[in-house]
């Protein structure tokens, strides 16, 4: 079995920063693109930034120069660090990940289970 486990969320104040992280762990032979999407309640999950394997990287235009995707492929993990929070970037922040396990035949995307960022004065 593979998991992604995020860990990072919280309440913060409108200008504040949080940094989410994201491990894939678990029968985890190799990962491809991984990346970062949210739900905020009433709306349809969206993209928020995904990270190639070698590097290569996209924004969602709400939130380019204020987010940063970074990542580390030895520990299969992902970061997202968020300066100058809006109201608007309340949401669920799901991890997602395009991940080969071990004695699999072919990759298979897999998400986390979700962490709240609520941005609120």
């Known amino acids: 079995q593979v998991q992604l486990v995020e860990s990072g969320g919280g309440l913060v104040q409108p200008g504040g920063s949080l940094r989410l992280s994201c491990v894939a762990s678990g029968r985890v032979f190799q990962v491809r693109d991984m990346g970062w999407y949210r739900q905020a309640p009433g709306k349809q999950r969206e993209l928020v930034a995904t990270i190639a394997n070698g590097g290569r990287i996209n924004y969602a235009d709400s939130v380019k120069d204020r987010f940063t995707i970074s990542r580390d492929n030895a520990k299969n993990t992902i970061f997202l660090q968020m300066d100058s929070l809006k109201p608007e970037d309340t949401a669920v922040y799901y991890c997602?990940?395009?991940?080969?396990?071990?004695?699999?035949?072919?990759?298979?995307?897999?998400w986390g289970q979700g962490t709240q960022v609520t941005v609120s004065s």
């Open positions: 997602n990940a395009d991940v080969m396990a071990f004695g699999g035949l072919r990759y298979a995307w897999y």
